[in-house]
């Protein structure tokens, strides 16, 4: 329970709140045992460390007034912490601001908000390898190599970030497929003899007689797609990061598996057209500048920021979800609770009582984790329409600054 991350003084104003979670039996938390004890005393900005920021919702849209309120805030922040890096070195870190929510839209409504703001926020959220556009001109390039006389498939290596030459469309007025084919392969011919010095037709022929991982690295390090996908240096190092993933992942099948041209490219088609799920490499972040990120509360667990904004408060943690259906198995019988036209319908295993009391020390334990992400400040939003049992109802504990 000794905390080397927080603020001593922002520990000493939750401690009411976690006081209260561990009456209530939401947290295993006895104040004389479990209080968590601080040993560092940060930043001194003569500003509260723990805020409350109040808004009014309405019933077009129960987040009016949030986002203005929490963007504003945000960037107030930044602006304490830009200007304090001036005079202090500051940890990569203690330059991060974060805002904290439960889903994945939660965090594109934020990102869209901040956008239209012109507010530069980034997100964790995971990407998918296989979507990603390195993957995507990876099959476009196997995809060519396969056909190699295939108008469709030769446009679209033509255009992609392996080759990116832009193809003047007045060129196929009265062209047929055959005519078309050879203009396509004539800019790829210039291309391929500019980059590597070889025709198309000669790697087509390598594409078929030598190993193909090796064939496909060499073009790739010949044209540099990074380059043509982005100017920006850290999109580039992402784009490279990923593509050499992708081929960490087929040379992990070369070990089971003889790989060919064919082979790799049906499993990347396999992959992106049926969404297979795979993260994409995030890079080392080691930034200079204040940054501001939002993420989930769950993928911030063993993380740290120098601020925390939770937005997002208000949502009834007292009761089941809406159209919910809950299930759990006593003694080999199986109680169950469903809603059916906004009617709770459950059978004699179902405890509702006990299951509600499981909802509200979950909420707790995922509260608790986002408090204590926050090194030296902690912002809530409170939601003064909305009267429900929440989160809030826990924060409304701790004495704070409005």
């Known amino acids: ?11 000493k104003d939750f401690e009411p709140m976690f006081e209260l979670l561990g009456d209530k039996k939401y947290l295993p938390y006895d104040k004389k045992k479990d209080i968590l004890i601080g040993i560092k005393e940060n930043l001194d900005f003569n500003l509260p460390l723990v805020e409350k920021i109040s808004f009014v919702s309405t019933k077009q849209n129960e987040q009016d007034g949030l986002y203005d309120k929490l963007l504003k805030s945000v960037c107030a922040r930044r602006d ?38 012109g507010i530069l926020i980034e997100s964790d959220a995971a990407e998918n390898l296989y979507q990603l556009q390195s993957t995507l001109d990876l099959c476009k390039l196997t995809s060519a190599l396969i056909n190699p006389y295939n108008q469709l498939y030769l446009f679209d290596l033509l255009v992609s970030n392996n080759v990116n030459i832009k193809y003047p469309l007045e060129d196929l007025i009265g062209l047929n ?24 037709t000669e790697i087509i022929q390598q594409a078929q007689q030598m190993p193909i991982l090796m064939v496909l690295r060499n073009i790739y390090e010949a044209t540099m797609p990074w380059k043509t996908f982005s100017p920006d240096s850290d999109k580039q190092i992402f784009y490279r990061t990923n593509y050499e993933m992708i081929f960490e992942q087929l040379s992990k099948s070369n070990t089971r598996n003889y790989l060919t041209l064919d082979s790799v490219n049906q499993n990347l088609l396999i992959a992106i057209t049926a969404h297979l799920e795979s993260n994409a490499r995030r890079l080392v972040d080691a930034h200079d500048y204040v ?36 299930a759990i198995c006593v003694d080999d019988k199986l ?32 509260l608790y984790v986002a408090m204590t992400r926050a090194i030296n400040k902690f912002v809530w939003f409170n939601n003064e329409s909305k009267h429900e049992f929440s989160w809030a109802t826990f924060l409304g504990e701790i004495q704070v600054c409005q």
């Open 1 to 11: 329970n000794i905390n080397y991350r927080t603020d001593k003084r922002l520990l």
């Open 80 to 117: 304490e912490l830009i200007k304090l890096s001036q005079s202090k070195k500051l940890s990569s870190t203690e330059k991060t601001i974060a805002i904290l929510v439960r889903t994945n839209s939660q965090i594109a409504n934020v990102m869209r908000e901040a956008k239209a703001r």
């Open 177 to 200: 497929e055959e005519q078309h084919v050879a203009k396509i392969i004539s800019y790829l011919d210039d291309y391929f003899s500019r980059t590597m010095n070889k025709k198309w």
């Open 335 to 366: 109680g169950y609770y469903l809603t059916l036209n906004n009617e709770a319908i459950h059978n004699d295993y179902f405890d509702c009582k006990n299951e509600t009391l499981e909802i509200c020390r979950e909420e707790s334990r995922v």
């Open 291 to 326: 940054k501001i990120i939002c993420t989930t509360i769950h993928k911030s667990k063993g993380l740290e920021y120098d601020s925390v904004f939770l937005p997002f408060t208000y949502d009834n943690i007292g009761s089941f979800k809406r159209n919910s259906i809950e």
